[in-house]
């Protein structure tokens, strides 16, 4: 009986070192320096701005004109709703499609199509 509570006691060491290890392993990688990708670089200062700015205007927009009177939401309403943010996300995809070409406008559009699966 001793050697099993010895067993049990290697196991839980071993277990508690492999998982210590294993979570020190994924916190440096996770914060390790990328050289070949920055969210905020330079170059993309006007592109953040003007996201900022269109994004904090279509909420404001949302929160006050849309959803100023408290009526209830009709189908109707709430298609015409959603209507309105994809005409805005197709809108903002074009944008991508004329500053940064092809390319970055797929893989928004694919970004945001999987948003909504």
């Given at each position: 009986?001793?050697?099993?509570?010895?067993l049990v006691?290697?196991h839980?060491?071993?277990?508690?070192?492999s998982?210590?290890?294993?979570?020190t392993?994924?916190?440096?990688?996770?914060?390790?320096?990328?050289?070949n990708?920055?969210?905020f670089?330079?170059?993309?200062?006007a592109?953040?701005?003007?996201?900022?700015?269109v994004?904090?205007?279509l909420?404001?927009?949302?929160n006050?004109?849309?959803h100023g009177?408290?009526?209830?939401?009709?189908?109707?309403?709430?298609?015409a709703?959603?209507?309105?943010?994809v005409?805005?996300?197709?809108?903002?995809?074009?944008?991508?499609?004329?500053?940064?070409?092809?390319?970055?406008?797929f893989?928004?559009m694919?970004?945001?199509?999987l948003?909504?699966?």
């Amino acid at each position: 009986m001793a050697s099993s509570s010895a067993l049990v006691s290697v196991h839980r060491h071993t277990l508690y070192h492999s998982v210590r290890e294993g979570v020190t392993f994924t916190l440096n990688e996770a914060f390790e320096k990328d050289v070949n990708y920055t969210l905020f670089r330079t170059e993309d200062w006007a592109a953040w701005l003007i996201f900022t700015v269109v994004f904090t205007a279509l909420i404001i927009f949302d929160n006050v004109l849309l959803h100023g009177d408290p009526k209830s939401l009709t189908m109707a309403r709430a298609v015409a709703y959603t209507f309105f943010w994809v005409f805005c996300a197709v809108a903002f995809c074009g944008w991508v499609y004329l500053h940064f070409g092809e390319q970055q406008a797929f893989m928004w559009m694919s970004g945001y199509m999987l948003e909504w699966m």
